[in-house]
């Protein structure tokens, strides 16, 4: 396992992305090994996929805490303690305090279910469909304080075809994401994308 760079992973729900994730990892070859899982949700179906797997998880419900800022801490002292270098969010439904985000810059990465900068925060699907919008897609991008606004490291387009439902539309999206965040979490390991200040 020498050389593999230590993830550790945030989740709130089902954890499909995790799952791919962890698939990426199964391959000896890819540069990367999930340490740790942390869901804010004691309930995620995620936490299922990371114990099959073997990985050790962490459930830390954001509601026993008195602010986002204590929050935030324990998830920090969660993963230092794990010694992760590097963080994902796959469907991690809280947003961070600007202290956390600068501890982790470049160190923290998400994927959000469309061509960033369009259709930032929730319900994504439906205000690309009211829209009239022809193509949608995922992005992989790192975290910044502003919500869905760090710089951009990989995208995946799909088109969005007459009739298309929300429903219809994000099982599209979300087989993209499900091959696009290894690939994007590959390129930031190898440096060959990284946080620029400027």
Request: glycine residues 8%; contains cysteine.
């Amino acid at each position: 396992m020498s050389g593999r760079r230590k993830i550790g992973v945030l989740i709130s729900g089902r954890g499909s992305n995790l799952k791919s994730l962890i698939a990426a990892c199964a391959d000896a070859n890819y540069p990367a090994e999930i340490v740790l899982v942390i869901s804010n949700v004691a309930g995620a179906g995620g936490l299922t996929h990371a114990a099959n797997a073997g990985i050790s998880t962490k459930v830390i419900p954001h509601k026993t805490f008195a602010s986002r800022e204590t929050f935030d801490a324990a998830i920090d002292t969660a993963l230092r303690a794990a010694d992760v270098e590097l963080v994902c969010e796959a469907g991690f439904m809280r947003i961070h305090c600007e202290s956390f985000v600068r501890r982790w810059q470049g160190r923290i990465v998400n994927i959000h279910p469309s061509l960033l900068p369009a259709f930032k925060g929730t319900h994504v699907h439906e205000q690309a469909i009211a829209a009239g919008v022809k193509t949608s897609g995922c992005t992989v991008h790192f975290v910044a304080a502003e919500v869905d606004s760090g710089p951009i490291i990989a995208q995946s387009a799909v088109p969005v075809l007459e009739g298309d439902t929300p429903e219809t539309l994000a099982a599209r999206v979300l087989e993209e994401e499900h091959k696009l965040y290894p690939l994007a979490l590959k390129r930031v390991i190898e440096g060959r994308v990284r946080f620029d200040e400027t």
